[in-house]
């Protein structure tokens, strides 16, 4: 259960009409979703959050779909249900088949296990592998 309100359009602050516009205009979609919606709620976080992804999101040294399953990847390692449902839709519709995504999910489970292997074994970290 949600702990804040989402706040519907005919809701918004001025600022917060203006990051939405800015998310349906990306997005190409009248659609914005409920993150954002309980983000409205403070327009400068709203702003802050929106530019920052917007930032990290965008084509770079790693393609947009690359980052998608990255984000998915650390949105299971924190047990973020909305973000693993949110940027698994996202991946798909980046390119990201089946097959990737199964490989992603192996991945991501054999990470989680030699993790806590090795947490709970304290292993020291080899110095050949130290940056």
């Known amino acids: 259960m949600a702990t804040v309100r989402l706040m519907a359009d005919d809701e918004l602050s001025a600022e917060a009409v203006e990051v939405f516009e800015e998310i349906r205009a990306a997005r190409g979609t009248e659609y914005v979703n409920n993150f ?58 980046k390119g990201m088949t089946e097959e990737m995504h199964a490989e992603l999910l192996a991945v ?18 080899d110095d050949a592998f130290k940056v």
């Open 108 to 125: 991501i489970g054999m990470a989680m296990q030699t993790n806590g292997l090795v947490t709970a074994m304290q292993v020291e970290v």
């Open 36 to 93: 954002w919606r309980a983000l409205a709620h403070d327009p400068a976080q709203l702003r802050a959050t929106w530019d920052r992804l917007k930032a990290v999101m965008a084509p770079g040294a790693l393609d947009p779909l690359v980052k998608e399953m990255v984000y998915l990847a650390v949105s299971t390692a924190n047990s973020c249900g909305y973000c693993i449902h949110s940027h698994t839709a996202a991946a798909k519709a």
